[in-house]
């Protein structure tokens, strides 16, 4: 029995003796793995010190998209920043603020890439017209901002002509009203004339892409100006006249061909 038992340990013995290089090399291997974990992540922060501290951190590239008036030099101005400026102290909120500040900018977004790129994206104030001025035309923003920086030969269509507007007061009121408006209704709008009387100074004159003439005023007009496709709709496609949108809406046909040409005339010579 004694005998068994000693055979026994024996085994036991010689079990753990065999497994000592095992344990040995597993161990070493460990430590190797530690040591070179330890080694990468200081060759990381002595990169990232090299980085932070010289001009690898600095903006390399500056991207504006979505301007159309304002140029992206002007934008830059306002925003600060430069390809010396390091990416890691751009404030994004104050830039957008700074950008903001400028009549044409609606919206500004500062979108940081790292290592080393900026976008700007720009929303600008939507045009609601052109105004004549002297000979040239110049776009009208939402906010009542002529772009006298930008003088078209001819207006480009896309969007109503204001005329005889002398007061800054009823265009402003004339640009909050067309902003108002759906695209649909205000694509219909050729021109507009500035038409005030001693009684009422809000009187205005439309020429309409579809040939008719629209007698309104500013005051609620484009609330006013909702009914207009649903009365020409309901009318002879050879007729023509005069849609009246004030008080009430209603229409006046020209009771001549001379009247028509006359109104032509007149839209002409302004």
């Given at each position: 029995m004694r005998k068994g038992r000693t055979e026994m340990n024996e085994k036991k013995i010689v079990s753990i003796e065999d497994r000592i290089p095992t344990l040995k090399q597993?161990?070493?291997?460990?430590?190797?793995?530690?040591?070179?974990?330890?080694?990468?992540?200081?060759?990381?922060?002595?990169?990232?010190?090299?980085?932070?501290?010289?001009?690898?951190?600095?903006?390399?590239?500056?991207?504006?998209?979505?301007?159309?008036?304002?140029?992206?030099?002007?934008?830059?101005?306002?925003?600060?920043?430069?390809?010396?400026?390091?990416?890691?102290?751009?404030?994004?909120?104050?830039?957008?603020?700074?950008?903001?500040?400028?009549?044409?900018?609606?919206?500004?977004?500062?979108?940081?890439?790292?290592?080393?790129?900026?976008?700007?994206?720009?929303?600008?104030?939507?045009?609601?017209?052109?105004?004549?001025?002297?000979?040239?035309?110049?776009?009208?923003?939402?906010n009542g901002v002529i772009l006298d920086s930008v003088k078209l030969k001819s207006p480009k269509g896309d969007a109503p002509t204001l005329f005889g507007f002398t007061e800054k007061a009823y265009l402003n009121r004339m640009t909050n009203e067309l902003k108002k408006l759906p695209d649909a209704i205000r694509g219909l709008i050729s021109e507009i004339y500035w038409n005030p009387t001693d009684g009422n100074k809000n009187k205005i004159m439309l020429y309409m892409n579809d040939g008719f003439v629209v007698d309104g005023v500013i005051r609620r007009f484009a609330d006013r100006m909702e009914a207009y496709p649903s009365i020409v709709s309901q009318l002879d496609s050879k007729t023509r006249g005069i849609v009246h949108i004030g008080v009430g809406a209603y229409f006046e046909a020209f009771e001549t061909d001379e009247e028509e040409v006359e109104a032509n005339a007149a839209n002409s010579e302004d």
């Open positions: 597993a161990r070493k291997k460990k430590e190797n793995r530690r040591l070179i974990f330890y080694i990468a992540i200081f060759f990381v922060l002595i990169a990232i010190i090299v980085y932070l501290q010289t001009p690898l951190s600095d903006i390399h590239t500056l991207h504006v998209t979505g301007n159309q008036y304002i140029s992206d030099d002007d934008i830059l101005a306002k925003s600060g920043l430069t390809t010396d400026t390091n990416i890691w102290s751009v404030n994004k909120a104050s830039i957008e603020q700074a950008i903001e500040k400028h009549p044409v900018v609606a919206d500004a977004e500062v979108d940081r890439q790292l290592p080393w790129t900026v976008h700007i994206r720009i929303t600008e104030y939507e045009r609601v017209g052109y105004v004549k001025q002297d000979e040239s035309f110049s776009p009208l923003l939402e």
